[in-house]
């Protein structure tokens, strides 16, 4: 069955950079269009960011514009987000998704369908 696993969470301070990563497996990568959601403590899963499936249209939440950037790789099976200017507020658990829906860039989490277990983000002020 297709499994996404993400790394790179930790702490940083305000103003820091941290890159997530997260790789599929048991499916076809390059069919699946990605994206990034965050739920911080006792609050709803929000969208953050999602990639087509080719790399070449990308989406932001309006937070995170300008500061977070995703991409991918197709032939590691991988997609990253690389998080600058951090803030406080960008302190959540991170997961990512996979999906095969074209409507896949409207932050929907239910466009959706494999969903990893996420990694913790803590920005410290």
């Known amino acids: 069955q297709v499994q996404l696993v993400e790394s790179g969470g930790g702490s940083v301070q305000t103003g820091g950079s941290l890159r997530l990563s997260c790789r599929v497996s048991?499916?076809?990568?390059?069919?699946?269009?990605m994206a990034w959601f965050r739920q911080a403590p006792g609050k709803e899963r929000r969208f953050v960011s999602t990639?087509?499936?080719?790399?070449?249209?990308?989406y932001y939440a309006d937070s995170v514009k300008g500061r977070f950037t995703i991409s991918r790789d197709n032939a590691l099976d991988t997609v990253y987000l690389q998080m600058n200017n951090m803030k406080p507020e960008d302190t959540a658990g991170y997961h990512c998704?996979?999906?095969?829906?074209?409507?896949?860039?409207?932050?929907?989490?239910?466009?959706?369908?494999?969903w990893g277990q996420g990694t913790p983000v803590t920005v410290s002020s």
């Open positions: 998704a996979a999906g095969t829906s074209r409507w896949f860039y409207s932050g929907r989490s239910n466009q959706f369908d494999y």
């Open positions: 990639i087509s499936r080719g790399g070449g249209d990308t």
């Open positions: 048991g499916g076809d990568f390059s069919s699946f269009a």
